[in-house]
């Protein structure tokens, strides 16, 4: 009867850990169009992968690149949002990240510009959350 007991602990954490490790895998990837600035460095077009840190930072990460970290993240609230979007300042030909919106995590404030002439958003694909 141990044995039974210990096995049934064991499968069910293999079963929480794989869950884990899937849900973890659904880091939402975008791709940006156009060279922008984030956390005051220039970062070329491509794909980026987005999410959150154990910290609370939103971290950006280039496709095969390094990661961007955002010290200065503010949440602005926990509203459910279906896909990822990431809102871009635009003065003049400069786009500099502003806002990150993730499912599941919140929308957050990354970064304004107070001379921005408008906003462009980049979404990402609809997630099943």
Do not use: C
Not at 25 to 39: M, S, W
Request: positive net charge; without cysteine; hydrophobic residues 45%.
């Amino acid at each position: 009867m141990n044995r039974r007991r210990i096995r049934t602990h064991v499968v069910a954490a293999a079963f929480i850990l794989a869950g884990a490790w899937w849900a973890h895998a659904q880091v939402p990837a975008l791709n940006i169009d156009f060279r922008f600035v984030a956390a005051g460095r220039a970062l070329n077009a491509g794909t980026y992968s987005v999410d959150i840190s154990p910290s609370g930072h939103v971290v950006l990460t280039a496709e095969g690149g390094a990661a961007v970290e955002f010290p200065d993240t503010k949440k602005l609230n926990d509203r459910k949002v279906d896909r990822a979007e990431l809102i871009f300042d635009v003065v003049g030909s400069a786009r500099f990240l502003s806002q990150v919106k993730l499912p599941g995590k919140g929308h957050f404030v990354v970064g304004r510009q107070e001379a921005a002439e408008g906003q462009e958003t980049v979404k990402g694909p609809k997630t099943g959350k």
